[in-house]
């Protein structure tokens, strides 16, 4: 019994990692059709954010509130600024963002050792953190609880901006149909840089949120990029419904075939059903209904 | 017409290789030539081009000075200029001052074999420093073969390989794992877990201890691998709970430790009730992991920066005087250190600079190293060493808690022990 309660969680709470790296990759890549591979640089601004701020502010839970704020920020900044300087100019060519923001990726992964060292360096969790929680029987660390909690935060605020705000409507509006929306008076050039705004700065979010289980190093980012595509493809794309269920699902069966085999037998399983499940469905859970011709 | 400035560009972006592979190869002329014994080229063992006429001698370090490697490796470089310079201001080799010829094996095994075969045969190099992962030295082994040429490797490993072109100077299994194995039989544990990443080193060391376990009565919980770089460690963590083993054996490399210890921390084990023994966790990744999140836990090794000898004081204090106060010293910058002495000292016995007269003399040399005295196997090149089990401290250092009560011969193939009879 407890092992069936602790590996839920523990599919949980995989899922809620998840799906904090794959929110911003759902507005940029699934709306936009932007392939950011540099996504998961601006995880590890998130995660060396928090570095940072915990040096200036002291350690402790102050010093994460701030971390989450500063790290949607810095990320949001550092998204702008890419789709300022680069994919503004190759909307069109999704295969070419791929190359360009590859090639961001390796440079701002050079800049993070230069700056701050190869070895991984050590993020302070707040104290009323540590430690775990019993449930059932079985014990879930406190971190990943956070963890959770934030991913359903994040969530929220991200589905109620884009329903109910007027930027949210601008952004779903281009994402239907960008001419159209062009020719109704929304500029979509603002939209765009607002929607990179607000999917990098999750990435920076999730960046914060990582150091509370992992190392803090150049790579963090690369560890998630491939799993949060997966997230954004299985969910489909666009589809926040959809990067939700696909996140909780594959964190659940991963969580479970893993403690039945190995982590290298899960990695191999889990990836052998998702290409099972594209076949069957190639736009993902759910498919968005544009209104755009192609 | 977009044919025109693309052909041009086609045709300069050919032109600069083959330039620069004629350049290459002009310097490679020079480089044999210079060695005037150096016979044409080819596979079979080429007559040694070491140039012994001079004041000085040349020597190779080759280390991963780029890549996802360097931050250990470069450690080692720095180490081995600190005995370099040391060897030289006090009078050098045979009277004849060291120069070294540093080499980038960036990361990458293919690029050691070429770096070695280059230092080898256009820098006629007498000995080459270097190498720290297995696949690095495996691709590096028939390159010394091949020109009969010496390689001295620092870092411990799976043990199971010897070769009269290699020196050996860290730790074989018999002189870190084993040791380990029998600390914790000591202290009553009776079943074991075992983690690693899922790549050589793990998978071989976790053969032995397998083997270790059966013919003493320990019992194996269980056993798992994690991809290399891999960070989500809670379902391992929920399956080591409930085995309720004794102790953890950890053969996790690289960032996986801190994703490892953090988990185990927080879903509340420690090191009172499940310690967990790791080997190739140093004084500089326990920054990385927190030293709150490891605390208490154990480590095997055969040096650590706090041995208490006057060696390892003078050698803690020269590199922190040299590379700075917060740069700690670690087993293998203590092995490669201790390489550069061990093959002053053999070409001092041997009066020569020779591969063949050094393997003669090698036998029975030793050095006074940090760790204590190390001595020359001549059978197997590997050298003796005390072995350590460590507790790590909440001040970032690791602490001698049992030690051998004498340097440990080299075994590679632990032909000494009859449960290791079907590992070979």
Same mark, same amino acid.
């Given at each position: 019994m407890d092992v069936v309660v602790g590996q839920l969680f523990t599919g949980l709470s995989i899922g809620s990692i998840l799906l904090l790296a794959a929110l911003g990759l759902s507005l940029t890549f699934g709306q936009m059709g932007v392939i950011n591979m540099a996504h998961g640089e601006f995880i590890m601004a998130g995660s060396y954010t928090a570095y940072v701020v915990q040096q200036v502010v002291s350690t402790g839970g102050a010093s994460l509130f701030i971390s989450l704020i500063v790290g949607f920020l810095v990320g949001g900044a550092m998204g702008v600024l890419l789709e300022v300087t680069l994919i503004q100019r190759m909307y069109h060519r999704p295969l070419d963002t791929l190359l360009v923001t590859f090639g961001v990726g390796l440079v701002l992964q050079q800049l993070a050792r230069d700056i701050f060292g190869a070895p991984a360096v050590n993020v302070?969790?707040?104290?009323?953190?540590? =430690?775990?929680?019993? !449930?059932? &029987? #079985? +014990?879930?660390?406190?971190?990943?609880?956070?963890?959770?909690?934030?991913?359903?935060?994040?969530?929220?605020?991200?589905?109620?901006?884009?329903?109910?705000?007027?930027?949210?409507?601008?952004i779903r509006?281009?994402?239907?149909?960008?001419?159209?929306?062009?020719?109704?008076?929304?500029?979509?050039?603002?939209?765009?840089?607002?929607?990179?705004?607000?999917?990098?700065?999750?990435?920076?979010?999730?960046?914060?949120?990582?150091?509370?289980?992992g190392s803090t190093s150049s790579t963090v980012g690369q560890s998630y990029?491939?799993?949060?595509?997966?997230?954004?493809?299985?969910? =489909?794309?666009?589809? !926040?419904? &959809? #990067? +939700?269920?696909?996140?909780?699902?594959?964190?659940?069966?991963?969580?479970?075939i893993e403690y039945s085999t190995t982590a290298s037998i899960a990695k191999v399983i889990v990836f052998v059903l998702i290409v099972i499940f594209l076949q069957a469905r190639p736009q993902g859970l759910f498919a968005v209904k544009t209104r755009s011709l192609v | 017409m977009p044919a025109l400035p693309s052909s041009k560009f086609a045709t300069r972006a050919l032109v600069a290789?083959?330039?620069?592979?004629?350049?290459?190869?002009?310097?490679?002329?020079?480089?044999?030539?210079?060695?005037?014994?150096?016979?044409?080229?080819?596979?079979?063992?080429?007559?040694?081009?070491v140039d012994t006429s001079g004041d000085t001698i040349k020597v190779g370090s080759l280390n991963s000075l780029s890549g996802t490697m360097a931050i250990s490796e470069v450690t080692v470089r720095d180490s081995i200029a600190l005995a370099v310079e040391e060897i030289n201001a006090a009078g050098g080799v045979n009277g004849k001052q060291i120069e070294v010829v540093a080499e980038d094996g960036a990361s990458e095994p293919t690029i050691f074999a070429e770096k070695a075969e280059k230092l080898i045969s256009s820098d006629c190099v007498a000995a080459v420093f270097g190498g720290w992962t297995s696949s690095s030295r495996k691709a590096m082994l028939p390159v010394f073969e091949d020109n009969d040429a010496l390689l001295y490797y620092p870092v411990q490993y799976e043990g199971l390989e010897a070769s009269d072109n290699?020196?050996?100077?860290?730790?074989?299994?018999?002189?870190?794992?084993?040791?380990?194995?029998?600390?914790?039989?000591?202290?009553?544990?009776t079943s074991l877990y075992l983690v690693g990443s899922d790549y050589v080193f793990p998978q071989t060391a976790n053969r032995e201890i397998k083997a270790y376990a059966e013919a003493n009565g320990i019992e194996i919980k269980g056993e798992d691998y994690t991809p290399l770089g891999s960070t989500d460690f809670s379902t391992i963590v929920n399956k080591v709970r409930s085995a309720d083993a004794d102790a953890v054996f950890n053969t996790l490399n690289g960032d996986s430790n801190v994703a490892f210890f953090r988990e185990y921390t927080n879903a509340g084990l420690n090191a009172a009730d499940m310690p967990v023994i790791s080997v190739s966790i140093a004084e500089e990744e326990v920054a990385g992991i927190g030293a709150q999140n490891i605390a208490g836990q154990l480590t095997a090794w055969n040096y650590y920066q706090t041995v208490d000898t006057p060696e390892n004081n003078k050698f803690v204090a020269d590199y922190k005087a040299k590379y700075g106060a917060d740069k700690p010293t670690s087993d293998p910058m203590e092995a490669a250190y201790t390489s550069v002495y061990l093959w002053k000292n053999t070409v001092e016995k041997a009066d020569s600079f020779a591969v063949s007269d050094i393997q003669a003399a090698a036998d029975g040399v030793s050095f006074a190293a940090?760790?204590?005295?190390?001595?020359?196997?001549?059978?197997?090149?590997?050298?003796?060493?005390?072995?350590?089990i460590g507790e790590i401290r909440p001040d970032g250092l690791i602490y001698t808690i049992w030690e051998s009560p004498a340097p440990i011969e080299p075994d590679p193939f632990l032909e000494t022990y009859d449960w290791a009879a079907d590992l070979n």
């Open positions: 302070v969790s707040p104290g009323w953190l540590s =430690g775990g929680v019993e !449930i059932l &029987g #079985a +014990v879930v660390p406190k971190t990943r609880i956070f963890i959770l909690v934030l991913a359903i935060i994040c969530v929220v605020a991200l589905s109620f901006a884009l329903k109910t705000t007027p930027m949210g409507r601008r509006a281009v994402v239907q149909n960008r001419d159209l929306a062009e020719t109704s008076g929304i500029s979509s050039r603002k939209t765009d840089i607002s929607t990179f705004f607000i999917g990098s700065g999750l990435a920076g979010v999730a960046g914060v949120a990582l150091t509370l289980i990029l491939i799993d949060a595509f997966l997230v954004v493809v299985v969910g =489909g794309l666009g589809q !926040i419904k &959809g #990067a +939700v269920i696909a996140a909780f699902a594959l964190g659940t069966i991963n969580s479970f | 290789p083959a330039a620069l592979a004629m350049v290459g190869l002009a310097l490679t002329a020079c480089g044999s030539k210079a060695s005037d014994t150096a016979s044409g080229d080819g596979g079979t063992a080429a007559e040694s081009c290699i020196f050996y100077t860290g730790a074989t299994t018999n002189q870190q794992i084993i040791p380990a194995l029998d600390y914790l039989k000591e202290q009553g544990v940090p760790e204590g005295e190390v001595v020359i196997n001549g059978d197997n090149h590997h050298i003796s060493k005390t072995a350590r």
